[in-house]
């Protein structure tokens, strides 16, 4: 029997909030993120700012000890998933453990630890003195491997590497499981922590990142004619999807039900989305049949939106393709204009935000944009400035990664 499929806690660790209540608030007053980068010497980089966690001290989380074993993505996406199992009231003593698994991703992993412990070694005359800690502070399956070994829970273990769509294929992933019965509870979600001068280095030789150093408050602009790249963001999201019978027996709070999830390719380029945006309109029209509603039935899309320009560009006309004479009706927002771009764990902080839209009726901004590109139809109903409050009764949100992956979960409004 096909089950029902609900999410029941939230957990988050952002730019703009160290926890999924500032995080939320925050998106609906139109903060930003972007500041100049505090963890390395920017002076030879083309980029000298992205959207950094603030106030973050990992003793506040973890023990000493503990803390050194850990890479930042590590950290992240512990105290993300920490957060989201307090938020469900989740008592594994009572529940059946063997039921409930871990799906939680990341893009790339350790990768601080990777550029520190290299740098050390090539310092150091090759020394081959590495720490024990290295590999699984590097490895992307290891928040997984954490939280299943912390809690207990010996259901699915594993980890989706799709680049920036690892997350919320992983969202999918947790969904599946759980409507075919093979699981009652999953804690889902993505981390990444790539703000090291590996990363910026390498973004900035694709000519992916914003260069924008004098206006880097506002640098990242979806959809506006001006922007120049994305911004780098770091942090982590995580969300508990359960089976309905299952939060049901527990008197769980019900943020959003999942009734749809898309994942699909461009098959075009390694980096660039389609220019049509085939994969992002096969995700989503996929998400929409699984959930069986039509396209008018969505209110609201949580746009992938790095501020790209064919990135931005593909996913406009992929919605003008499937929604057509509807697209006034959808408010659609980029809320990488404030969080800046997560990676791997940007599909799980937006996973969030889309849930907590559903549940509250209220859309977050586009902030930073102002002169609307002229190739993106003016029918679009691109939720400039200031949050808005309309009935939120569908909802998708999208994300794309190189390699041509794509990926688009549909979420409703819980009604018994």
């Known amino acids: 029997m096909i089950k029902r499929v609900v999410i029941t806690g939230l957990g988050a660790i952002t730019p703009i909030g160290n926890d999924a209540k500032f995080y939320w608030d925050n998106l609906l007053k139109g903060v930003s993120g972007a500041n100049k980068i505090s963890r390395f010497d920017t002076t030879k980089f083309k980029t000298d700012f992205a959207c950094e966690v603030k106030n973050y001290n990992a003793l506040n989380y973890f023990d000493k000890k503990e803390s050194r074993k850990l890479d930042r993505f590590n950290q992240y996406g512990l105290i993300a998933a920490d957060e989201a199992i307090k938020d469900a009231h989740l008592n594994f003593d009572k529940l059946d453990t063997d039921r409930i698994g871990v799906i939680f991703s990341s893009g790339i992993g350790g990768f601080e630890t990777i550029e520190k412990d290299i740098i050390e070694f090539s310092q150091n005359e090759f020394n081959p003195r590495f720490s024990p800690f290295f590999i699984t502070k590097i490895i992307a399956n290891s928040v997984a491997g954490y939280l299943s070994i912390k809690y207990g829970l010996r259901g699915v273990n594993t980890c989706t590497v799709t680049a920036c769509s690892s997350s919320t294929n992983g969202l999918i992933q947790a969904f599946n499981y759980i409507k075919w019965g093979k699981a009652d509870i999953i804690i889902s979600g993505g981390s990444e922590a790539p703000i090291n001068q590996s990363a910026?280095?390498?973004?900035?030789?694709?000519?992916?990142?914003?260069?924008?150093?004098?206006?880097?408050?506002?640098?990242?602009?979806?959809?506006?004619?001006?922007?120049?790249?994305?911004?780098?963001?770091?942090?982590?999201?995580?969300?508990?999807?359960?089976?309905?019978?299952?939060?049901?027996?527990?008197n769980a709070k019900i943020y959003a039900e999942i009734t749809g999830g898309g994942e699909t390719s461009d098959a075009y380029h390694i980096t660039s989305t389609h220019p049509e945006g085939k994969g992002a309109y096969l995700a989503?029209?996929?998400?929409?049949?699984?959930?069986?509603?039509?396209?008018?039935?969505?209110?609201?899309?949580?746009?992938?939106?790095?501020?790209?320009?064919?990135?931005?560009?593909?996913?406009?006309?992929?919605?003008?393709t499937l929604f057509k004479d509807k697209l006034e009706n959808i408010s659609i927002s980029g809320t990488k204009s404030m969080t800046g771009h997560l990676l791997g764990g940007t599909g799980a902080i937006e996973?969030?935000?889309?849930?907590?839209?559903?549940?509250?009726?209220?859309?977050?901004?586009?902030?930073?944009?102002?002169?609307?590109?002229?190739?993106?139809?003016?029918?679009?109903?691109?939720?400039?400035?200031?949050?808005i409050k309309k009935p939120v009764n569908y909802a998708i949100s999208n994300t794309f990664g190189f390699g041509g992956h794509c990926a688009a979960v549909l979420v409703k409004k819980y009604n018994q």
Not at 236 to 248: F, H, I, W
Not at 297 to 313: E, K, Q, R, W
């Open 351 to 387: 996973a969030v935000a889309t849930c907590l839209s559903v549940h509250t009726d209220l859309i977050p901004p586009t902030i930073s944009t102002t002169n609307i590109d002229e190739a993106i139809s003016s029918k679009l109903n691109l939720t400039l400035g200031k949050q």
């Open 200 to 250: 910026v280095g390498g973004f900035n030789a694709m000519k992916a990142l914003s260069t924008n150093n004098e206006n880097y408050k506002t640098a990242s602009r979806p959809f506006d004619i001006s922007r120049d790249g994305f911004v780098l963001g770091e942090g982590a999201g995580a969300l508990v999807v359960e089976s309905l019978e299952s939060a049901l027996k527990r």
């Open 284 to 320: 989503m029209k996929e998400a929409i049949r699984e959930g069986e509603i039509m396209p008018n039935d969505v209110d609201y899309i949580n746009a992938h939106a790095t501020s790209t320009g064919p990135g931005d560009l593909s996913e406009t006309k992929a919605i003008e």
